[in-house]
């Protein structure tokens, strides 16, 4: 039966003849495909450096504009502080680093050396009746009135030319012939205490109170540091 069914149909060939040339074809198609696939995730992972290098420069750059800022917003705050406490020719001294204190230490104790300033006029001022004006009125109150009461004093020392020391309560302190030197001292001291009895008036008027300052002015020589 085999060998009549051989007879019948003959030698049988496969359809598919697996060549050498098709192998190699295969390989280099690979090869080709592991190259394409190597520098595919070459890129990618340059890609993502750049990227991560991209973002850490901006995230520096975005940390070192905040704290340029920050250091803008304390300076400025560190300038009010001092034009709030020391006479404004100081103040820029200061701010421009031009004074240099003069500190020295010995074994009783840490010194700073002060200037002496001759021919110097100090006011010193106190309202008259300020526990009967403080009576009856809240703190916010209060601290209105003075508020208004010392910005008149302060529109009169700058208009005579005085420097404002310092207010402690109801006490009022400012200089004349200091941090600049001035032969009419004792004058503009006067006359910064005239105009300041004059600006109380005022105020009594503004506010309906019965308040009175007494004003005293001491000429002669200061230690200043």
Known sequence: GV??????????EPDF????????????????????????????????????????????QGSKILSTRSMNKDRKKYEELIHTIMPKTIAQKVLSKEVKRKVF????????????????????????????????KTA????????????????????????????????YYCVAGCPINRSDHALRAINMGLLMIVAIQEFDEDHDEEVEMRVGVHTGKVLAG
């Open 105 to 136: 230490a010995t074994n009783t104790g840490t010194f700073v050396q002060l200037e002496i300033v001759e021919n110097v006029s100090i006011l010193f001022a106190d309202i008259v009746g300020f526990t009967k004006m403080s009576s009856g």
């Open 17 to 60: 003849k697996f060549e050498k040339s098709d192998a190699y074809s295969a390989i280099h198609i690979l090869k080709e495909s592991l190259i394409f696939l190597a520098v595919n995730l070459l890129g990618l992972h340059l890609r993502n450096c750049y990227e991560s290098r991209m973002r850490s420069i901006f995230i520096r």
């Open 140 to 171: 916010h109150q209060l601290l209105v009135l003075l508020n208004d009461l010392f910005a008149r004093f302060d529109a009169i020392a700058e208009f005579t030319v005085c420097e404002k020391i310092a207010t402690l309560g109801d006490c």
């Open 3 to 12: 060998l009549q069914l051989q007879h019948n149909f003959g030698h049988v």
